[in-house]
């Protein structure tokens, strides 16, 4: 079974997330431990750098901020990328790595978030710490064909209209999404 790109990408940003989850929530295949070479140990919280235990704590909040069916995808990825022969499994790591830090980041918002990241990059990449929380949570409420106006607004909004343009959008109820959304596109 193929594994789709976007799967691949999630599962190795989350990679040290699904370990740290609960005996219940982890998949029967755990991810590659965050030491280097195959050979070292996963390190003790105490002995690890802050800045180690700072990114392990983003990836659990992302981790616990997907919804129980991503994580269900995530699981079976997870056992996917565990079958696949070890060079394989390197080779996928290596093209992660390779990405840039922030697209790496996108990929921890999951599957479909994190596929839509980079066109969403330039209305939602970088928000003031009130607006992270209500952004995040009206992304995941879009349905497909929402989420592919908003990433057709968020490139066509100019740099110096996003952040009027984002406030609009978090200031909407609900049930006037849909219309704001057809009208700033354009249908």
């Given at each position: 079974?193929?594994?789709?790109?976007?799967?691949?990408?999630?599962?190795?940003?989350?990679?040290?997330?699904?370990?740290?989850?609960?005996?219940?929530?982890?998949?029967?295949?755990?991810?590659?431990?965050?030491?280097?070479?195959?050979?070292?140990?996963?390190?003790?919280?105490?002995?690890?750098?802050?800045?180690?235990?700072?990114?392990?704590?983003?990836?659990?909040?992302?981790?616990?901020?997907?919804?129980?069916?991503?994580?269900?995808?995530?699981?079976?990825?997870?056992?996917?990328?565990?079958?696949?022969?070890?060079?394989?499994?390197?080779?996928?790591?290596?093209?992660?790595?390779?990405?840039?830090?922030?697209?790496?980041?996108?990929?921890?918002?999951?599957?479909?978030?994190?596929?839509?990241?980079?066109?969403?990059?330039?209305?939602?990449?970088?928000?003031?710490?009130?607006?992270?929380?209500?952004?995040?949570?009206?992304?995941?409420?879009?349905?497909?064909?929402?989420?592919?106006?908003?990433?057709?607004?968020?490139?066509?909004?100019p740099p110096q209209e996003?952040?009027?343009?984002?406030?609009?959008?978090?200031?909407?109820?609900?049930?006037a999404r849909a219309a704001?959304?057809?009208?700033?596109?354009?249908?």
């Amino acid at each position: 079974m193929a594994m789709s790109r976007g799967l691949v990408l999630v599962l190795l940003s989350s990679a040290a997330v699904a370990q740290a989850t609960p005996a219940t929530e982890v998949p029967m295949v755990r991810p590659a431990p965050l030491a280097e070479s195959a050979g070292q140990t996963p390190l003790s919280w105490a002995s690890m750098h802050p800045l180690q235990r700072r990114e392990l704590r983003a990836r659990y909040a992302a981790w616990q901020g997907l919804s129980e069916a991503e994580r269900q995808r995530l699981r079976r990825a997870a056992g996917m990328l565990a079958n696949l022969p070890p060079a394989q499994q390197t080779a996928l790591r290596a093209r992660f790595a390779a990405l840039d830090q922030l697209h790496r980041d996108g990929w921890r918002l999951g599957p479909v978030l994190g596929a839509l990241y980079p066109k969403l990059q330039p209305l939602f990449g970088y928000l003031p710490a009130a607006q992270r929380a209500p952004a995040l949570a009206l992304l995941r409420q879009l349905d497909d064909g929402q989420l592919a106006q908003l990433v057709l607004i968020s490139q066509r909004t100019p740099p110096q209209e996003r952040d009027a343009v984002r406030a609009q959008l978090l200031a909407l109820a609900p049930a006037a999404r849909a219309a704001w959304l057809s009208e700033k596109v354009g249908h």
